[in-house]
């Protein structure tokens, strides 16, 4: 995938939050009601290659993200993360970042958060 067929470098969806060098909106398959992306505005395909400046203008919009939701859907949790790679799952080759709220109840036991991504691995 190139930036000119980048559903993420052209996003034809409302904008939550924006910054020099990132834009955040809601994802479009989203795993709970919130779910939104932070992405940075030049094309790069995970966030190990972000500048310095575009990793710390990011994340100032997960935290821009984190204070919308609050107020907008009320979560009692979140999920923050990114997939890198093939083998962990990405699937649009432009960087991005999840924020996922959470809430009581969604899931039977969340303990373990993000470390479900490998099945059976969540409880220690």
Not at 7 to 19: K, Q, S
């Amino acid at each position: 995938m190139n930036q000119a067929t980048c559903i993420f470098c052209t996003p034809n969806r409302e904008i939550l939050a924006e910054n020099a060098s990132g834009l955040a909106f809601f994802d479009s398959f989203p795993v709970s009601r919130g779910h939104a992306l932070v992405v940075p505005k030049r094309h790069v395909m995970t966030i190990f290659e972000m500048s310095e400046e575009e990793y710390t203008d990011c994340f100032r919009l997960v935290l821009a993200l984190r204070d919308l939701l609050l107020a907008r859907y009320s979560p009692h949790g979140f999920n923050v993360g990114a997939n890198c790679g093939e083998a962990a799952g990405q699937s649009v080759w432009h960087a991005h970042i999840h924020v996922i709220p959470r809430y009581k109840g969604d899931v039977p036991e969340p303990r373990g958060g993000v470390r479900g991504v490998v099945p059976g691995k969540a409880s220690y």
